[in-house]
């Protein structure tokens, strides 16, 4: 038996709920809403992204399934498709993204703490040269390998972000 937290509720902790709030009232985004709040479909849609739905219908039946966890997840019921997908076309775009500006800023503090004594054994830009692979992505990769000393192991990343630099994308 669990007696710990899942990883949805530590992951929603990191969540700055009060700045969320906030940030909802500046742009009026429950304005009018009876079912699900903008609060509420982030939650929704985090927990989706989690456990990688691939669509409406996949997230409701999820749910469903899932009906004695809602409670844990901050929800009273399960959201309907058609909520769901009323909710995700008429909030206003603007509300996540300033939760994402925030949470980003607070990853940030929260990798400053941390210090970053990773060594750099190589940077490459890679391409993919399997027929399909490259036929279905042909754009250039990036492929850094780093030396971490604490556990003493020799890390690879690939990522198709080249605009960041190394440390970064090693500490992301």
């Not at 206003?92 to 994402?100: E, F, K, Q, S, V």
């Not at 490259?134 to 604490?150: G, T």
Request: aromatic residues 10%; glycine residues 6%.
């Amino acid at each position: 038996m669990n007696v710990g937290k899942t990883l949805f509720a530590q992951v929603m902790e990191f969540v700055p709920w009060k700045t969320f709030g906030r940030i909802i009232q500046r742009h009026r985004g429950d304005a009018g809403v009876r079912t699900l709040g903008c609060a509420d479909l982030f939650r929704v849609m985090a927990f989706a992204q989690l456990t990688w739905r691939e669509s409406l219908l996949d997230i409701e039946v999820y749910l469903a399934a899932n009906r004695t966890k809602l409670f844990h997840m901050g929800l009273k019921k399960v959201p309907a498709r058609s909520t769901l997908s009323d909710a995700l076309n008429l909030r206003d775009w603007r509300i996540y993204h300033a939760l994402a500006m925030r949470l980003i800023t607070r990853a940030r503090e929260l990798y400053a703490k941390e210090s970053l004594d990773i060594g750099v054994i190589c940077d490459q830009t890679i391409a993919m040269n399997g027929f399909y692979v490259a036929k279905d992505y042909p754009k250039h990769l990036r492929r850094s390998r780093f030396k971490d000393p604490v556990p003493g192991k020799a890390l690879v990343f690939l990522t198709n972000n080249t605009a960041l630099p190394l440390l970064t994308n090693a500490a992301l």
